[in-house]
């Protein structure tokens, strides 16, 4: 499978833990994408990296919220102190930098449950 | 102010028959894409067509095409001969070039296709 990789698929965790989610996105890929997604609604960008170079994060990316992607490959995305209102659908997604489409691919996404 | 409006919660269409799912957006930059994501129950968001700003013609994918008004600011997608898996939400999004391409996402709209 050459897709865009995420795991775990589903995590329930209970309030105060702290998580950590992977993204393995397609190999030749040098953009990597996070968003998260809350029920009924459509998703909202976090951060995103080119290469291993975190070059935007969003005002909704929290201090208990970090991520990295030491090599330029994979991507873990880490919650502190995990609050009920973390729970939603994580989305990774990953492009090549390029003109006209760029069009990115996303991975089936890692649902967080705080309880 | 909402940069993607889509003001359909949710659309029946019969099986067969052809829908327009509605996206209007809002962006100063001259130079934006404009993209329809399909996302079924299983999560997974999935590329169904793209639109460059200065793309002359309105672009199409096999049963999908999108009706690209620039002046009035929409991106309308419109899925021909309806089957029964098109049911699902759809998405619609833009990258500004100003804005290091990540997407903003609509709120969605639920397609129902009954048969």
Request: neutral net charge; hydrophobic residues 30%.
């Amino acid at each position: 499978d050459t897709g865009v990789s995420q795991n775990p698929r589903h995590k329930i965790t209970k309030r105060g833990q702290n998580v950590t989610f992977r993204c393995d996105p397609i190999s030749e890929h040098n953009r990597l994408y996070w968003y998260r997604q809350t029920l009924g609604q459509g998703p909202e960008f976090l951060t995103y990296f080119q290469n291993e170079a975190q070059l935007e994060k969003s005002r909704l990316l929290s201090d208990r919220f970090s991520a990295e992607r030491p090599k330029g490959s994979f991507s873990t995305l880490e919650i502190q102190r995990t609050e009920q209102g973390d729970s939603a659908m994580y989305l990774c997604a990953s492009s090549l930098n390029q003109g006209g489409s760029g069009e990115a691919f996303f991975g089936q996404g890692t649902r967080l449950t705080v309880v | 102010a909402q940069k993607i409006t889509q003001t359909q919660p949710g659309m029946f269409v019969q099986e067969k028959e052809a829908v327009t799912l509605d996206c209007t957006y809002d962006t100063s930059d001259p130079s934006y894409g404009l993209f329809w994501y399909k996302q079924p129950s299983s999560g997974e968001m999935i590329f169904l067509i793209y639109q460059g700003s200065y793309d002359q013609q309105n672009a199409t994918e096999g049963r999908y095409s999108l009706n690209f008004q620039k002046a009035r600011k929409s991106a309308n997608l419109v899925i021909s001969a309806s089957q029964l898996g098109d049911s699902a939400m759809y998405f619609c999004a833009m990258t500004e070039n100003n804005a290091g391409n990540m997407l903003t996402f609509g709120g969605g709209t639920r397609l129902m296709v009954k048969p």
